[in-house]
């Protein structure tokens, strides 16, 4: 069975940095494009980040560029996203997702909790 | 940054109830567009990808159809399991974007 599951999220103070970890079981991450999708407090889905499969080629939304910094490890089969300089805009629960047929999403984690406040 | 605009934001239904949701794309995108249910608590699942084709294990009373950059959603027959927000995802050009959801609530 194809899992996912993130760790890493927290509370941390505006202008912090947290790192958060997508250990995959089940398939290879190095085949697949990956993401990270957020949901902020009662709001909708937003696309984070991807990285593709064949070239390691990262995508970001504009919001994050330039501070979030997404890649994979694949001797450890997981998929990380390193978190700076976080706004409280970037509060919410954070998901990793696996890519099927390009960038359709099939496989999602629970998703962990990122909390930036004072 | 392509344009995902999703109605209706909530729709009320009763068991048994066809159900349709419709996203309009703010350029073409061809077919790709993926349709997502999500629980209260819970990751997103995936109903439906490339506009029409039925993700495995996904029952058939979810469908998808696409007219330029017209796509909908059609729940024929609706179940108490499928209560919960729905979202289009297209899938042509970073960044992605999804639409801001319709909530499918118990009449």
């Given at each position: 069975?194809?899992q996912?599951?993130e760790s890493?999220?927290?509370?941390?103070?505006?202008?912090g940095?947290?790192?958060?970890?997508?250990a995959?079981?089940?398939?290879?991450?190095?085949?697949?494009?990956?993401?990270w999708?957020?949901?902020a407090?009662?709001?909708?889905?937003?696309?984070?980040?991807?990285?593709?499969?064949?070239d390691?080629?990262?995508?970001?939304?504009?919001?994050?560029k330039?501070?979030?910094?997404?890649?994979r490890?694949?001797?450890?089969?997981?998929?990380?996203?390193q978190?700076?300089?976080?706004r409280?805009?970037?509060?919410?629960v954070?998901?990793?997702?696996?890519g099927?047929?390009?960038?359709n999403?099939?496989v999602?984690?629970k998703?962990?909790?990122?909390t930036?406040?004072? | 940054?392509?344009?995902?605009?999703?109605?209706?934001s909530?729709?009320?239904a009763?068991?048994?109830?066809?159900?349709?949701?419709?996203?309009?794309a703010?350029?073409?995108i061809?077919?790709w567009l993926?349709?997502?249910?999500?629980?209260?608590?819970?990751a997103?699942?995936?109903?439906?990808?490339?506009?029409?084709?039925?993700?495995?294990?996904?029952p058939?009373?979810?469908?998808?159809?696409?007219?330029g950059?017209?796509?909908?959603?059609?729940?024929?027959?609706?179940?108490?399991?499928?209560?919960?927000t729905?979202?289009?995802?297209?899938?042509n050009?970073f960044?992605?974007?999804?639409?801001?959801?319709?909530?499918?609530?118990?009449k």
């Amino acid at each position: 069975e194809e899992q996912l599951v993130e760790s890493g999220g927290g509370l941390v103070q505006p202008g912090g940095s947290l790192r958060l970890s997508c250990a995959a079981s089940g398939f290879t991450i190095s085949n697949s494009a990956m993401s990270w999708v957020r949901q902020a407090p009662g709001k909708g889905l937003e696309w984070v980040s991807g990285i593709r499969n064949n070239d390691d080629t990262t995508y970001y939304t504009d919001s994050v560029k330039g501070r979030f910094t997404i890649s994979r490890d694949n001797s450890k089969n997981t998929l990380y996203l390193q978190m700076n300089s976080l706004r409280g805009d970037d509060t919410g629960v954070y998901y990793c997702a696996k890519g099927v047929r390009g960038w359709n999403m099939d496989v999602w984690g629970k998703g962990t909790t990122v909390t930036v406040s004072s | 940054d392509i344009q995902m605009t999703q109605s209706p934001s909530s729709v009320s239904a009763s068991v048994g109830d066809r159900v349709t949701i419709t996203c309009q794309a703010s350029q073409g995108i061809s077919r790709w567009l993926a349709w997502y249910q999500q629980k209260p608590g819970k990751a997103p699942k995936l109903l439906i990808y490339a506009a029409s084709s039925l993700q495995s294990g996904v029952p058939s009373r979810f469908s998808g159809s696409v007219s330029g950059t017209d796509f909908t959603l059609t729940i024929t027959s609706l179940q108490p399991e499928d209560f919960a927000t729905y979202y289009c995802q297209q899938a042509n050009s970073f960044p992605l974007t999804f639409g801001g959801g319709t909530k499918v609530e118990i009449k």
